[in-house]
């Protein structure tokens, strides 16, 4: 075979490399928009519910909108629980991606929508307490017993430096801290790439009103900086 054969053979076999890594990129890159916008769309969906206000049969209707998301349903006579899940399986299986999952889920009580839950959760295995961070948003028509007298109708339970951001908030939530509370940011759970480490990046908007919350009760902003040396990059 002729140096010329062999050189024509590579070229080939280099093109072919080519075109395969670039349709592969092409079909990662479709596959994480469609799990991205399933996500939003349980997103917008499961806010579209009201706690206090929104009936069994909106939830039923949810529930059959979005049955094939439904990761558990548990109901007994005046009580019902059901969650749904999307997942970023497939960039986590070829190892593009670290583990991500968009979690919701309501609750539903004599006939209405009595809490809802949403949550957004990334594998980071460096963390000794937490193996994932997160941005986790929990509502209630009021708050349970173990809560009530304990916060106010929007507030932030969450340790200083943990990697995730705890948001809670009940039906007197006004309609703007309600829509802070759930503005998810979806980036990470498709995005290129590790990082995605700090609360901000699931909750920017709840990330700001926590800072400022911190802020005017006098908590030491310096000591909130240290255990987030990086959150100068968090943006509203």
């Known amino acids: 075979m002729s140096e010329v ?14 075109a395969l890594g670039l349709l592969a990129s092409i079909v990662l890159a479709c596959y994480g928009f469609i799990v991205r916008g399933q996500a939003e769309l349980l997103l917008r969906d499961v806010t579209a519910l009201r706690v206090g206000e929104s009936s069994e049969a909106d939830a039923l209707n949810f529930f ?7 990761s558990n349903r548990a109901c007994e006579q005046d009580f019902c629980v059901t969650t749904f899940k999307v ?10 991606e670290p583990y991500a999952e968009f979690y919701v ?11 809802i839950h949403a949550s957004l959760a990334r594998s980071m295995p460096i963390y000794p307490t937490f193996s994932a961070s997160a941005g986790i948003v929990d509502e209630y028509s009021k708050y349970p017993s173990y809560l009530v007298g304990r916060q106010g109708h929007y507030a932030f339970p969450t340790p200083i430096g943990k990697p995730y951001l705890s948001v809670h908030l009940d039906s007197q939530a006004t309609p703007i801290q309600r829509e802070r509370a759930f503005a998810f940011s979806f980036r990470c759970f498709v995005k290129p790439g590790w990082g995605c480490n700090l609360p901000c990046d699931y909750l920017p908007l709840a990330w700001q009103d926590w800072k400022s919350d911190l802020n005017n009760t006098g908590f030491p902003m310096d000591y909130f900086n240290n255990a987030y040396p990086n959150n100068a990059r968090c943006k509203p």
């Open 64 to 70: 059959t909108k979005h049955k094939k998301f439904c």
């Open 87 to 96: 997942t970023n399986r497939w960039l986590e299986a070829l190892r593009v």
């Open 5 to 18: 054969s062999i050189k024509r053979i590579w070229l080939k076999f280099s093109v072919s490399l080519a």
């Open 105 to 115: 889920g309501y609750t539903v009580e004599n006939g209405k929508v009595s809490a």
